[in-house]
């Protein structure tokens, strides 16, 4: 099966160019100006920005959180992602502590194979390290799970700052590389008992008991464990200046640091948490919603590549879910939606509002996670030989955000209202058109990714 794009603009991490791209079954095969083909079925793309698939390497599909099970699973979750113009994820497969990493695989295999309507890989999130999990990494790697997730906070996943550090050694042996959820654990759990003993039980006790701090505190001490390894480390769903600063510092000491944050820290700030009929309960994640000083430090960072990813740590719950903590803030599952809407968030208030340039763009959702989490040049790029994940985008409709319009199993929409430019007019998942205009039109199109050790981004 032959199908040939022609007229438009084919982004990469370096700019745009014009060419024409022909798609063969499940590859591009090639990127030329001007190509013929009597066999392939031709599709005037005149004018659309051609992106290789987005990556989106931070969601939570089918995850048991506080009780009750993420609203998204495979089936639905990669449906809302192949709608937004996302044609791979990699989500995390939770070693439970007692289990084998071999396990903790098996399990999301299960949750996910055959369900998926885009591409999918697993970090792994290791909560419990000791010396048969060290030998069994070798092997785990081998197979192509070459990424992995460390927790600092939540007692059923953490590490104790030493296993961190045998974790970090043992994976840099291995050409392995962890992402760190990055929250002081005791510092959270004391300032929960002030908000407590305040009396105060609302959404607004949610920021004030993880101010900045909190992260900035992780992160250097990640940071520090990371050097003394002498391992390349993540930080995941970076949400501070402060914590910003703290990798600035570490990198000016030649430390390797790679920083992924997300939409909502860009867009949504704290104050949300003050809202009235429980409306906060909405935007409860971990770290929190911070302040505009914070986002604007965020997006001078994404502007000046300090940044390299841009994920959404999509781990969506319906207000039914969320209304389980009505009365406890601490018993509101935690998360929020974004796989769907990552794509057409950025290229409105990033490219379109001349925050980032399109090639940024281009890099932060494609071109580095491809690179970063081993995929690359198999995915993240548009040559030839490459995945014929692709995204004909459409750069002058004008819609809406809404929960009505929304693929994604939740009844709200985080971003209600948000007028919005650009659009994922048709994506291609492994060759095949799988969505059009935020509509699936063919599913279950994803396959497995095993993926290669990283490669070091600078
Ligand atoms: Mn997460």
């Known amino acids: 099966m032959k199908t040939l794009l022609k007229g438009g603009r084919v982004v990469s991490g370096r700019g745009w160019i014009e060419a024409d791209i022909l798609l063969e079954d499940d590859k591009i095969s090639k990127v030329e100006a001007d190509i013929s083909d009597n066999d392939a079925r031709i599709i005037d793309v005149t004018g659309r920005f051609i992106f290789p698939g987005f990556i989106d390497a931070h969601t939570h599909f089918d995850l048991a959180v506080a009780g009750t099970v993420?609203?998204?699973?495979?089936?639905?979750?990669?449906?809302?992602?192949?709608?937004?113009?996302?044609?791979?994820?990699?989500?995390?497969?939770?070693?439970?502590?007692?289990?084998?990493?071999?396990?903790?695989?098996?399990?999301?295999?299960?949750?996910?194979?055959?369900?998926?309507?885009?591409?999918y890989g697993f970090h792994l999130a290791i909560s419990e390290f000791s010396e048969s999990i060290s030998s069994e990494l070798k092997e785990i790697i081998r197979d192509g799970v070459t990424s992995f997730k460390l927790y600092m906070i939540y007692d059923d996943n953490m590490l104790d700052d030493g296993s961190i550090y045998k974790v970090l050694k043992r994976l840099t042996e291995l050409g392995g590389i962890a992402g760190v959820h990055c929250e002081n654990s005791d510092l959270v759990k004391a300032m929960v008992q002030e908000q407590k003993e305040l009396g105060n039980l609302t959404t607004s006790a949610h920021p004030a008991s993880r101010p900045p701090l909190v992260e900035a505190e992780a992160i250097d001490r990640l940071l520090k464990i990371a050097a003394l390894a002498d391992s390349p480390v993540i930080v995941v769903h970076l949400s501070t200046k402060a914590g910003l600063k703290e990798v600035q510092s570490a990198r000016k000491q030649g430390q390797e640091v790679y920083l992924e944050t997300c939409p909502q820290y860009l867009l949504l700030d704290d104050s949300v948490y003050d809202l009235p009929d429980f409306e906060g309960g909405k935007y409860i994640i971990a770290p929190p919603l911070?302040?505009?000083?914070?986002?604007?430090?965020?997006?001078?960072?994404?502007?000046?590549?300090?940044i390299q990813t841009l994920s959404t740590d999509h781990c969506s719950f319906t207000r039914k879910q969320k209304s389980a903590g009505k009365e406890d803030f601490t018993k509101i599952p935690g998360g929020m939606a974004g796989v769907e809407t990552r794509p057409v968030l950025m290229y409105t208030y990033g490219v379109e509002a001349g925050r980032i340039t399109m090639e940024q763009m281009c890099r932060l959702l494609s071109e580095n996670p491809a690179k970063l989490y081993g995929m690359y040049p198999q995915k993240g790029v548009i040559a030839p030989g490459s995945d014929a994940d692709l995204v004909v985008w459409n750069p002058e409709t004008e819609w809406v955000l809404s929960a009505e319009n929304q693929t994604a199993n939740v009844d709200y929409q985080a971003y209600e209202g948000y007028p919005v430019k650009g659009i994922a007019e048709q994506v291609y998942v492994n060759g095949q058109l799988a969505a059009e205009n935020g509509k699936i039109v063919k599913e279950h199109l994803g396959q497995y990714v095993k993926r290669e050790p990283y490669t070091k981004l600078f």
């Open 70 to 119: 993420t609203a998204d699973d495979f089936e639905t979750g990669t449906r809302a992602a192949v709608s937004g113009g996302t044609t791979t994820i990699v989500d995390f497969a939770t070693q439970y502590r007692g289990e084998t990493l071999k396990e903790a695989l098996d399990n999301w295999h299960r949750k996910a194979d055959q369900k998926s309507s885009c591409n």
């Open 290 to 306: 911070r302040k505009k000083e914070d986002q604007e430090a965020l997006w001078e960072a994404l502007a000046d590549d300090s």
